[in-house]
C-alpha cells in the first residue's frame, strides 16, 4: 500500500482514534535534511493494538512522537479523537498529552529520586487533582499492573521488568485514551517480555485503549490486531 | 508532588546539592567577612574622628592664621628676672598661644553659624597651646670680675664693666670664697680661672621647653564639641558653674605622664589652675584631643583672646541636612574652612587607612569577583545538573508538564541550594568574623587636627624657639590606637541571604528555561 493512502480506514471518521493525513517530516542535518517520513497517511481506529515494526532509523520512534505531539511534522495534520493536535499552541499540546495520551518507553524514563508511586503520581501532577487522591490513583495503578508491595521502591531498587510495569502503570493512571510503547519489552527478558504484553493487549481489549506499539519483536508485534511497517520513511502495512 | 519532587531531588543529588552550596556559601562568607571588616574600619574611623571633633559634631569651621599669635615666638627675660643661688640664675616663663596656623573666629561668627537654618546647636572652643621655659644660667658678673681682676694683673685697668655693673657687688667676695683660680697680685701673673655657677658649677647652661594643648571649652554646653566624647575618669566634669573660674580638667594620659592628680595644680599661662576631673576617650583606647580643658572664658582672657574662638563645633538637625548647611556656611563665612565628617574622614591616616585602603579596593573587588565567580559556579553545576537530567524532564514534559512547572520545579531546586549555600556562608562568614577579630593587629590612626591646619598659618611666621616645632607635632595630628573589630548587622546578613538565593534563582532559571525551550521528544533524545 501506498504510504499516501491511508493503510488502516474505519468505517467512520468518529470512532478513529487518530487520522493521520499526508505527514511528512524532515530533520535538517548540517546544510541538508533527511526525511524521517514522507506522505503518511493512517487512519487508527479505537480500542485497537497497533504494531509498529521496521529497521532502526526507518522512522517508527517519529511516527510515534508525532503521534503523541511530541515533535510537529513537517507537513501534513494529525487528528487525535477528532482534534487536530500538529498545529496546537505547546500549552493546549500540553494539556492533551496529560489527558489523553500515556507513554511507555525503552529505558522506562522513570525519574530515579522518586519512588514507584511517586514516579506514577508524576504524571497526574498536571491534572491538578489532589495530592492524597493522586496517591490514591497511583497506587491503584500499581496494583493493576501487580506492582504494590513495590510501590515505595526507587526505580533502581526494581527489575527491569518491575521498572517497565511501573512505567506503564504511570501511563495507565490519568486513563488515557491511546497508550504510545516504544521498545516497550527491548530491555526485557522473554518471560517478562510476555507479562508486559499481556498486560497492553489487556488495556485495548478490556479497557478501550487504543495501544500502539513500536517494536522490533516480532513476538509482540504479531499480538497486535494492526501491523504497520515503516521502512525509510514511508508506512506499509503488513 | 512540587515539595516531594523538590525533597528528593535534592536529598538524593547530595554531591550536587552540596557542590552548588559550597561554591555559594564561600563567596557569601567572602562577602560577609570584607563587609564586616569594612564596616569594622568605619566604626574605627568614626572612632578615632569622635575622639578628636566629639561626638554628635557634623561640621567644623575654622579659620586660617593670618600671622603669629603674640608677635615674635621667643621669650624675654629682664636682667634682674629669675633667681639666683650658688652663681646659677633660675629663669621661667610661661606663655598661652594659639597653635600655629590656627586663626580666630569671632563671637558674631558664632552666633552668625548659631541662626543658620539647619544649624541644631554650635559651640566654639579656643584651641590653645601652653609653652613653658625654663633654664639655668651661670651669674654671668662673677664671670666678668674675674676677668677684670686678671686684666688688672696684666696692666691694663681698663674694664668692660663700670663699677655700677649690675651684679658687680659681692662678686669679688664670690671670687674669694669659690673661685679655685690662681689669684693675682701685683708682682706675679694672674690666670682666669674656669668658669663657675650654672647648672654644672663650670658656667654651664641648660634650657627646658615643654608645650601641652589647652583647649578653651564652652561650659555652657559641652554636649558639642571635644568633652563630648569623653568620660569622667576620676573627679567631676566641667560644668557652667565653672565659668570664670580656674579649673581645669586633664587628659588621662597626659596627667599620668605628668604626673597630674584630683585636687593638684596645673601652671597655664602663668597660672595655677586646680584640677577637678581627669578625662578620657569614651571609646578610642587613646588620649583626648587636648591635654588640659578649661573654661572658655578664662582661656581667652590668659591669651588675650578676648570673645574669639579658634574652631566651632556644629550639629545639624539631621544628617541629610549637612550638605546644605555646610554650603551655606561656606557662603555666609567665606573666610573660614567649613569640614563635615565626610571631610575629615579623609584626614585619618597611619596603618588604619593603609587597612581602609586594602578593604576599600582590594576586599571590594575580591568580594565582588568571588561572587560573580560563584554565581557563574552555581550556574555551571545548575545547568550540569540540569544537562544529565535533561531527559528526565523530558519526561516530564511528555507527560504533560508545562513549561512553567518545569522552570518553577527547577529553580525552586536551585534556590534552595542557594538557601542552604547562603546560610552555611553566613555562618562561615561569622566565623571569619570572629578569627577577624581574634587575631586582628592593633592600628593606629593618626588624625589631622582640626582639618584646616595645612592651609596658610604656617608660612606666616618661623618656626618659633618656644615649642613651635613640638606644637606643630602635636597640632597636626593626634595618633590613636585602635582595637580593629569587624561587625556584621542583621542588613548585611540579610543581603548576603538575598544574594545566595539570588545566585540561586539566577541559575535555577537559566537552567529551566533552558531546558523547557526544548521539544520533549529532543530532550528526551539527550543522553542522561
Known amino acids: ?238 | 508532588m512540587f515539595l516531594i519532587y523538590l525533597r528528593r531531588e535534592l536529598t538524593k543529588r547530595v554531591r550536587q546539592t552540596i557542590l552548588i552550596s559550597s561554591g555559594l556559601a564561600v563567596a557569601i562568607a567572602l562577602v560577609i567577612t570584607v563587609n564586616g571588616v569594612s564596616s569594622g574600619i568605619r566604626n574605627a574611623q568614626s572612632e578615632a574622628l569622635s575622639a578628636l571633633y566629639g561626638i554628635g559634631t557634623d561640621l567644623t569651621v575654622t579659620k586660617s592664621a593670618v600671622g603669629v599669635d603674640g608677635g615674635p615666638q621667643s621669650f624675654l627675660f629682664g636682667g634682674t628676672q629669675g633667681s639666683t643661688s650658688g652663681g646659677t640664675r633660675s629663669l621661667s616663663s610661661n606663655r598661652l598661644i594659639l597653635g600655629p596656623g590656627s586663626g580666630t573666629l569671632t563671637a558674631q561668627e558664632l552666633s552668625k553659624i548659631k541662626s543658620t537654618p539647619g544649624v541644631t546647636g554650635a559651640a566654639g572652643v579656643l584651641q590653645l597651646r601652653n609653652v613653658s621655659f625654663s633654664g639655668d644660667l651661670p651669674t654671668f658678673s662673677k664671670t666678668i670680675n674675674q676677668f677684670n681682676t686678671y686684666r688688672q694683673s696684666q696692666g691694663n685697668p681698663s674694664s668692660p664693666q663700670g663699677p655700677n655693673t649690675p651684679g658687680s657687688q659681692g662678686s669679688a667676695q664670690q671670687s674669694q670664697n669659690q673661685s679655685p683660680a690662681p689669684q693675682t697680685t701685683q708682682s706675679t701673673t694672674v690666670q682666669p680661672g674656669p668658669p663657675i655657677g650654672g647648672f654644672d658649677g663650670q658656667g654651664g647652661s641648660r634650657f627646658g621647653i615643654d608645650s601641652f594643648s589647652v583647649a578653651g571649652v564652652d561650659t555652657s554646653n559641652l554636649s558639642i564639641g571635644p568633652l563630648s566624647s569623653t568620660k569622667i575618669q576620676s573627679g567631676r566634669p566641667l560644668r557652667a558653674s565653672d565659668k570664670g573660674q580656674d579649673v581645669a580638667v586633664v587628659d588621662a594620659t597626659y596627667a599620668n605622664g605628668a604626673k597630674l592628680k584630683i585636687g593638684g595644680t596645673l601652671k597655664i599661662g602663668g597660672k595655677s589652675f586646680k584640677i577637678v576631673g581627669i578625662v578620657a576617650p569614651s571609646s578610642a583606647n587613646s588620649e583626648t584631643a587636648n591635654n588640659a580643658y578649661i573654661p572658655l572664658d578664662v582661656a581667652q582672657n590668659l591669651s588675650a583672646h578676648k570673645t574669639q574662638v579658634t574652631t566651632i563645633f556644629v550639629q545639624a538637625t539631621n544628617n541629610s541636612k549637612i550638605s546644605e548647611v555646610k554650603t551655606s556656611l561656606t557662603k555666609s563665612l567665606p573666610s573660614t574652612t567649613v569640614n563635615s565628617s565626610a571631610d575629615l574622614a579623609s584626614s585619618v591616616s597611619g596603618s588604619l587607612a593603609n587597612v581602609s585602603d586594602l578593604v576599600d579596593n582590594l576586599g571590594g573587588w575580591l568580594s565582588l569577583i568571588v561572587l560573580i565567580a560563584a554565581f557563574l559556579i552555581a550556574m555551571l553545576f545548575t545547568n550540569s545538573g540540569i544537562n544529565r537530567r535533561t531527559k528526565e524532564l523530558g519526561t516530564l514534559k511528555a507527560l504533560g508538564w508545562r513549561n512553567s512547572r518545569i522552570i518553577k520545579q527547577v529553580m525552586a531546586e536551585s534556590v534552595v541550594s542557594g538557601l542552604i549555600g547562603g546560610l552555611f556562608g553566613i555562618c562561615l562568614g561569622l566565623v571569619g568574623i570572629w578569627a577577624f577579630n581574634h587575631f586582628s593587629p592593633g592600628l593606629t590612626a593618626s588624625v589631622s587636627q582640626f582639618g584646616s591646619f595645612s592651609r596658610g598659618g604656617s608660612g606666616n611666621g618661623p618656626p618659633d624657639f618656644g615649642g613651635g616645632q613640638f606644637a606643630r607635632r602635636a597640632q597636626s595630628g593626634t595618633t590613636t590606637s585602635i582595637n580593629l573589630q569587624a561587625t556584621i548587622s542583621s542588613v548585611t546578613i540579610l543581603l548576603a541571604l538575598g544574594l545566595a538565593l539570588l545566585g540561586g534563582l539566577l541559575a535555577g532559571f537559566a537552567g529551566g528555561f533552558r531546558v523547557s525551550r526544548l521539544s520533549p521528544a529532543v530532550a528526551m533524545r539527550s543522553a542522561q
Open chain 1, 1 to 238: 500500500m501506498t504510504t499516501n493512502q491511508s493503510p488502516m480506514l474505519t468505517d467512520s471518521a468518529s470512532i478513529s482514534m487518530y487520522e493521520l493525513d499526508n505527514i511528512g517530516k524532515e530533520f535538517p542535518k548540517g546544510s541538508s535534511t533527511v526525511i524521517a517520513l514522507e506522505n503518511v497517511s493512517l487512519s487508527i481506529p479505537r480500542a485497537a493494538m497497533v504494531s509498529v515494526q521496521g529497521p532502526t532509523g526507518g522512522g517508527k520512534s517519529t511516527l510515534l512522537q508525532i503521534l503523541g505531539g511530541l515533535e510537529r511534522p513537517t507537513t501534513g495534520s494529525v487528528t487525535l479523537n477528532g482534534t487536530e493536535i500538529s498545529s496546537l499552541r505547546d500549552g493546549r499540546l500540553s494539556q492533551i498529552r496529560a489527558e489523553s495520551i500515556g507513554f511507555v518507553f525503552q529505558n522506562y524514563n522513570l525519574i530515579p529520586t522518586l519512588s514507584a508511586v511517586e514516579n506514577v503520581q508524576t504524571a497526574l501532577v498536571p491534572t491538578k487533582i489532589s495530592n492524597k487522591e493522586a496517591q490514591h490513583r497511583a497506587l491503584r495503578a500499581l496494583e493493576s499492573v501487580n506492582l504494590l508491595d513495590r510501590a515505595h521502591h526507587l526505580p533502581g531498587e526494581l527489575s527491569g521488568g518491575q521498572q517497565q510495569r511501573v512505567a506503564i502503570a504511570r501511563a495507565l493512571v490519568k486513563n488515557p485514551e491511546v497508550i504510545l510503547a516504544d521498545e516497550p519489552t527491548g530491555n526485557l527478558d522473554e518471560q517478562t517480555r510476555d507479562d508486559i504484553i499481556g498486560l497492553l493487549e489487556g488495556l485495548a481489549q478490556d479497557q478501550g485503549i487504543t495501544v500502539i506499539v513500536v517494536t522490533h519483536d516480532s513476538t509482540v508485534a504479531k499480538r497486535a490486531q494492526i501491523h504497520l511497517r515503516i521502512d525509510n520513511g514511508k508506512l506499509e502495512t503488513l
